[in-house]
């Protein structure tokens, strides 16, 4: 007759078991995390191809990273000239779209909605490890002020606020940047993961080539780099209205495990450590790829 198993043998079994489970969970969730970093890498990648053909559209001009209508905020209905907002409009009418769009938002067009016709699919602007995103009338914005909801166009990307400055483009004259200007195109970043539509570096600061009226030291620009990664500066409703420091460096690190996809210049994309993206300027303030210009540091924010 066939012995059964003793209870100590049956404890041994799961006790093994329960070892296994530990050692390969946390290697499943590096290959998930690693999966999901590669398919971002490969929407910049589109991205970035999108804003090839754009270029080539527009005699080597990049899109400004926003058109101001001529209303002013506040607008309703026909008098809005986003386009997200019109289309909820005809599908849904007027009060509807103004319920689901803030009043900072009806009026404005952003660099997400001039790239469309090139990249043709809302999904690759939504980063894969970003819990928050939405892209156009889509996504969680419990985040946000009421008057700032879908303000952007989409929250997985941001563009390089040096190089596309305030004030932005109207709806009549664009405010785009050269591809001329840029002294290193591939070593200067058009475009990177975050959480708001625009950002800047951590230690930031004037820069000795910067042209026209933008001062980074003002406002709330020395804390955009807030909004690198799955961190957000503006942050509304149940949450604390802006990150500390310490939770905004993890929220950070959290898009891809303490890596940021970049889309440069040249429209080619990489993965890049995020301390490395966030600190660039600080640590190599002649040549940095934060720096349009390539002359260096006039002075740091305070």
Request: proline share 5%.
């Amino acid at each position: 007759m066939r012995k059964a198993f003793t209870l100590i043998e049956l404890l041994v079994v799961i006790a093994i078991i329960a070892i296994l489970a530990a050692i390969l969970f946390p290697v499943f969730a590096q290959a998930k995390m690693a999966a999901k970093k590669t398919q971002g890498l490969a929407q910049a990648k589109q991205i970035g191809t999108s804003t090839q053909i754009y270029i080539a559209d527009y005699d080597d001009v990049f899109f400004p990273y926003r058109l101001n209508g001529p209303t002013g905020t506040g607008c309703s209905g026909a008098a809005c000239i986003n386009p997200d907002y019109q289309k909820m409009v005809q599908s849904k009418g007027v009060a509807a779209a103004d319920a689901f769009y803030g009043a900072r938002a009806r009026d404005v067009i952003f660099f997400k909605q001039m790239l469309d016709p090139y990249v043709k699919n809302d999904q690759i602007w939504r980063a894969p490890n970003h819990s928050f995103s939405w892209v156009g009338t889509e996504g969680n914005d419990g985040q946000t002020e009421t008057q700032f909801k879908r303000y952007g166009g989409q929250n997985s990307y941001g563009v390089n606020n040096y190089a596309f400055t305030a004030p932005a483009g109207t709806s009549t004259s664009g405010g785009g940047v050269s591809g001329t200007a840029i002294v290193e195109v591939s070593n200067t970043l058009l475009m990177v993961d975050a959480s708001y539509y625009n950002v800047l570096p951590r230690y930031t600061a004037r820069l000795v080539g910067a042209t026209g009226t933008f001062d980074p030291c003002s406002s709330t620009y020395p804390r955009y780099w807030k909004n690198l990664g799955n961190s957000y500066l503006f942050r509304f409703g149940t949450a604390a209205n802006e990150p500390s420091d310490a939770e905004a460096l993890k929220l950070i690190d959290s898009r891809y495990n303490g890596q940021l996809n970049v889309i440069r210049f040249d429209t080619s994309s990489k993965s890049m450590a995020s301390n490395k993206v966030m600190n660039d300027l600080r640590d190599n303030p002649t040549n940095s790829m934060w720096d349009p210009w390539k002359q260096g540091v006039v002075s740091v924010c305070p």
